[in-house]
């Protein structure tokens, strides 16, 4: 039996991963990228093909995929006279595999469903390594049928494959999700660069808390850059204010005040607005040793 044909928007590190995977599985692929043409080549070389637009791509396709980094870029490649939504058939599938706004996700979604098309959101989690060998974990939300007509397609890119419930739900947890990630990562990188101007080693530090309840996957990421030197989180502080951004315009688009986030998004867009945007959140260790003595 032939396999779906895929459209793909966004080849990024991420997006060149997955269309890689779908290649190799036997997925036809036409690929739309942006600036960056190292993933759409990389496709071409494989057997792909290149649309013109977002409207002729989902024109083409069965299924259209989309993994780009705002909610601003999926709504530019959705709407207008070359978009998805301009050329989307009835029935149609479209995926939005990146960390959206979920207000954006909905309205989104409302839009296609006037023309009879689906959209699933579905965050991923884990790195393009993963990706690249079907291993991602995918947070797929939104209409139930569509769900289980993608499954197949979902479970070649995915090593774990969750359906959240309704549209909307897969980037609420994935905002949630990040928001606690990034607010745990930076509290143990201020924590060791207290430990430094205490004078206290910073291993000796993390072997105490990591005893107790505070030890997690998170901690260690940090730690093992802190003391060894070593990223295993190769995720930009940039990407981090983005996210928690999101998460606080979410609370904020439910009507409710977060008061927890707002010492990550401060200090996440303190370091990236002075230039520490391209650095790896592992990596505010370093960013705290420099600024810990400084007021905002």
């Not at 739309?32 to 013109?52: C, F, M, P």
């Not at 954006?104 to 009879?116: E, P, Q």
């Not at 980037?171 to 201020?190: D, G, P």
């Not at 303190?270 to 905002?296: C, F, Q, Y």
Request: charged share 20%; hydrophobic share 45%; net charge negative.
């Amino acid at each position: 039996m032939s396999k779906e044909h895929i459209g793909f928007i966004g080849l990024g590190l991420m997006g060149r991963a997955m269309v890689e995977c779908l290649q190799k599985a036997g997925h036809p692929v036409t690929v739309l990228g942006n600036r960056d043409r190292t993933g759409v080549e990389e496709a071409l070389s494989r057997g792909g093909q290149e649309a013109a637009n977002a409207r002729d791509l989902a024109a083409q396709t069965d299924i259209v995929m989309l993994c780009v980094g705002t909610s601003a870029q999926v709504e530019s490649r959705i709407y207008g006279d070359d978009g998805v939504l301009a050329g989307v058939k009835p029935g149609q599938i479209v995926i939005d595999f990146g960390t959206s706004l979920p207000g954006s996700t909905l309205k989104i979604g409302a839009d296609l469903a006037a023309k009879g098309a689906v959209y699933l959101d579905a965050p991923l989690g884990r790195t393009p390594a993963h990706a690249k060998d079907g291993l991602l974990n995918i947070m797929c939300a939104g209409d139930k049928a569509a769900y289980d007509k993608v499954k197949p397609v979902l479970d070649t890119l995915g090593e774990n494959v969750f359906h959240l419930g309704k549209l909307g739900n897969g980037h609420t947890i994935k905002l949630i999700n990040n928001f606690f990630a990034m607010t745990t990562a930076n509290a143990m990188a201020e924590a060791f660069a207290m430990a430094d101007a205490a004078g206290i080693e910073r291993d000796d530090l993390f072997n105490v808390m990591a005893a107790g309840p505070n030890r997690s996957g998170m901690m260690e990421f940090v730690r093992n850059y802190a003391v060894d030197g070593k990223i295993d989180l190769a995720f930009s502080v940039a990407n981090g204010a983005k996210d928690v951004g999101y998460y606080r315009q979410m609370a904020a688009d439910l009507g409710k005040h977060s008061r927890m986030s707002g010492a990550a998004d401060a200090t996440l867009r303190e370091a990236r607005d002075s230039g520490a945007g391209d650095i790896m959140v592992p990596e505010m260790v370093d960013w705290m040793v420099e600024n810990l003595g400084k007021k905002t």
